[in-house]
T-cell receptor, first 116, second 113 residues
Framework: ETGVTQTPRHLVMGMTNKKSLKCEQH?????MYWYKQSAKKPLELMFV???????ENNSVPSRFSPECPNSSHLFLHLHTLQPEDSALYLC???????????????FGPGTRLTVT | TQLLEQSPQFLSIQEGENLTVYCNSS?????LQWYRQEPGEGPVLLVT?????EVKKLKRLTFQFGDARKDSSLHITAAQPGDTGLYLC?????????????FGGGTRLMVKP
C-alpha cells in the first residue's frame, strides 16, 4: 500500500449505530487530519493530530470522536449521527510544520457516509 | 481568520480551449497548494508554490503565485476531458505555527469532448 488509505470507502448507517472510519498513511508523516466535505461547501477541518497529540478541534460535535494510536493510523468513531452528517470524510497526512519549511497535505480517497 | 476565494465557481468549456482559475485573498500565505479532485475521490496535490512571483509548470498546467503571496492562478492550455474535476487551492498561514490549511471553495471544471 502506498500513500493514504481509508476504509471503508462507503458506509450507510442508521442514526443509532456506532461505526468507525479508519485511515492509514504510508508516507512517514507525523501529522494527520480529518476533514468533512459536503456538497457546495468548502472543506471543513475537523481534527488535527501532530505527533499523536490532538492540536486542533474546530468545535466538532461530540458524536464524532477521533483516535490516533500512532503516527500512521487515525480513526474517527461515529455514534448517534444525524442525517446532516452525511458527507465525504477525508483523511490527510503531512509532515508537522515545525519540522519542515512548508508542508503539503496528502489526502486519502475518502469515505462516503450516508446517515439514514 | 484567513479566507481564500476561488473564481469562477463553475466552468464548462470545449476540448482544446484555454482557461484560467483564480484564487484570491487579502491575507498573505507562506505557501499555496493546488489540488484536483475527481468525483468520489480525495484531492490530489498538483503543485506547491512558495516564493512570491513563482511560476511552475506541470505539462499543460501553469501555476503562478502573486508577488505579494496573496493570490494565485492556474492556467490550463488546450484543455482535455481528463482535466475535468474540482480544483482547490489551499494556503498556509505564516502567522500560525499549527498545521492548518485554508481551503478555497473550489472551481468545478467540465471539459466537453
Amino acid at each position: 500500500e502506498t500513500g493514504v488509505t481509508q476504509t471503508p470507502r462507503h458506509l450507510v448507517m442508521g442514526m443509532t449505530n456506532k461505526k468507525s472510519l479508519k485511515c492509514e498513511q504510508h508516507l512517514g508523516h507525523n501529522a494527520m487530519y480529518w476533514y468533512k466535505q459536503s456538497a457546495k461547501k468548502p472543506l471543513e477541518l475537523m481534527f488535527v493530530y501532530s505527533l499523536e497529540e490532538r492540536v486542533e478541534n474546530n468545535s466538532v460535535p461530540s458524536r464524532f470522536s477521533p483516535e490516533c494510536p500512532n503516527s500512521s493510523h487515525l480513526f474517527l468513531h461515529l455514534h448517534t449521527l444525524q442525517p446532516e452528517d452525511s458527507a465525504l470524510y477525508l483523511c490527510a497526512s503531512s509532515q508537522d510544520r515545525r519540522f519542515s519549511g512548508y508542508y503539503e497535505q496528502y489526502f486519502g480517497p475518502g469515505t462516503r457516509l450516508t446517515v439514514t | 481568520t484567513q479566507l481564500l476565494e476561488q473564481s469562477p465557481q463553475f466552468l464548462s468549456i470545449q476540448e482544446g480551449e484555454n482557461l484560467t482559475v483564480y484564487c484570491n485573498s487579502s491575507s498573505v500565505f507562506s505557501s499555496l497548494q493546488w489540488y484536483r479532485q475527481e468525483p468520489g475521490e480525495g484531492p490530489v496535490l498538483l503543485v506547491t508554490v512558495v516564493t512570491g512571483g513563482e511560476v511552475k509548470k506541470l505539462k499543460r498546467l501553469t501555476f503562478q503565485f502573486g508577488d505579494a503571496r496573496k493570490d494565485s492562478s492556474l492556467h490550463i492550455t488546450a484543455a482535455q476531458p481528463g482535466d475535468t474535476g474540482l480544483y482547490l487551492c489551499a494556503g498556509a498561514d505564516p502567522n500560525n505555527a499549527g498545521n492548518m490549511l485554508t481551503f478555497g471553495g473550489g472551481t468545478r471544471l467540465m471539459v466537453k469532448p
